[in-house]
Structures are given as C-alpha cells and as structure tokens.
T-cell receptor, first 117, second 116 residues
Framework: GAVVSQHPSRVICKSGTSVKIECRSL??????MFWYRQFPKQSLMLMAT?????????EQGVEKDKFLINHASLTLSTLTVTSAHPEDSSFYIC?????????????FGQGTRLTVV | AQKITQTQPGMFVQEKEAVTLDCTYD???????LFWYKQPSSGEMIFLIY??????QNATEGRYSLNFQKARKSANLVISASQLGDSAMYFC?????????????FGGGTRLMVKP
C-alpha cells in the first residue's frame, strides 16, 4: 500500500519553543492531508485539513496561529506547534490519500509523540 | 451528536476465540464509508477493513470481517481466531461524501486484550 512518512516520531521540547512536524506521502501525490491529535486513552480528533497551495481549514476550537500548517507541495505538509506549552503534549498524526485514488484509501503516518517540559 | 459510537471501552478475549467489537454510526448521507483501524501501543494506525454504504456484501479481510447492518446503522468488526498480537486499540471510523477528501470521524475506540 501507499506510504505516508511522519517525522519526528518523538520530540521533547522546552515550554515556549516551537516544534515542526513533517508529513510526507512517499509514493503518491496528495492535494489534501489531515492532521489529527490524540490525547492518552482517547480517540483521534481532527485538527485541520491541509490543502496544497492554499490555507488550511481548521476545526472549531483549534487555534490557527498556534498550529501553523503549510502544504507547499503535493507530497509534504508540515504542522508547527508554536510557543509550545505542556498542555500541547499529545500524539499528533497525519493522514493522506492518493490524488484520484479510491475512496477506500486513507493512509496514516507513524505519528509524533510531543512532550513539552 | 456523536457520529461514531463504540460502546465497549475494553474487552477481553481468549486466544483462538472470536470476538466482536461494536460500532454504530449516525449519518444522513446516503453515501458513506466505514473503516476499522488497529492502533498498537506504538501509535501507528493500521487499516484493517472497509465497508462502503452501497456494498451488498459484508467486507472480509483474512481474519477480519465486518458485520454491516445498514438499517440498524451498525458496522461491527469480527476478529476470528484471536491472536496475542491482536491486543491493541481498535477504532471505527466513518467518511461521509460531503467531507473534503478522505477525512475520517473516529469513534472512541475499544481496547482489546487477548488472554493466553
């Protein structure tokens, strides 16, 4: 199946710093990628839809100035957590689907476990 | 309102036995897709099985089968011959036609524990 690569898999950062997470589709192009957040023992919650060449669409309650999304190419979307705080500690995971692919396909990255200290 | 409901937060099953994980959904869209994912402790999301709303037959993938009851809006996952490696979180998800791309809405998950 198609591969979505997410990097880094784990990151620990100091409070107040920014962290960038990359999501790459390795063998297909994706005009749309999705960023999810998962707190411990909870489900995945959609944060935003990343659109290639245009602004991301954020879900209600998600601060767009805090979670900056850039989708500069058809194979790369980045999520930057700015001025991170301990409450931003969570598991972040992206997904992408091949452009023009079957509707059954939704591939996920490996996820990034962010710890803010 | 909750779109995807998984009523079993945790379940035990004896190794080699079958287990059913429940999932009910709510949508007014006639065209939708239902997914099941497995999430081990590493966090990765592993696709298991897909059922389209217009599919006439229940989906099957190896030891996984989906008991799709459209009128009841349920899409239960059946795992046959459970293995120790099946211990993980399992998420039911739905994609609706109106969504951009393939955004999925997830249920709360069920933690399956397989006993030796």
């Amino acid at each position: 199946g198609a591969v979505v690569s997410q990097h880094p898999s784990r990151v620990i950062c100091k409070s107040g710093t920014s962290v960038k997470i990359e999501c790459r589709s390795l063998d297909f192009q994706a005009t749309t990628m999705f960023w999810y957040r998962q707190f411990p023992k909870q489900s995945l919650m959609l944060m935003a839809t990343s659109n290639e060449g245009s602004k991301a669409t954020y879900e209600q309650g998600v601060e767009k100035d805090k979670f900056l999304i850039n989708h500069a190419s058809l194979t790369l979307s980045t999520l930057t957590v700015t001025s991170a705080h301990p409450e931003d500690s969570s598991f972040y995971i992206c997904s992408a689907s091949p452009q023009g692919g079957q509707n059954t396909e939704a591939f996920f990255g490996q996820g990034t476990r962010l710890t803010v200290v | 309102a909750q779109k995807i409901t998984q009523t079993q937060p945790g379940m035990f099953v004896q190794e080699k036995e079958a287990v059913t994980l429940d999932c009910t959904y709510d949508t007014s869209d006639p065209s939708y897709g239902l997914f099941w994912y497995k999430q081990p402790s590493s966090g990765e999301m592993i696709f298991l099985i897909y059922q389209g709303s217009y599919d006439q037959q229940n989906a099957t993938e190896g030891r996984y089968s989906l008991n799709f009851q459209k009128a009841r809006k349920s899409a239960n996952l059946v795992i046959s011959a459970s293995q120790l490696g099946d211990s993980a979180m399992y998420f039911c998800a739905m994609r609706e036609r109106n969504n951009a791309g393939n955004m999925l809405t997830f249920g709360g998950g069920t933690r399956l524990m397989v006993k030796p």
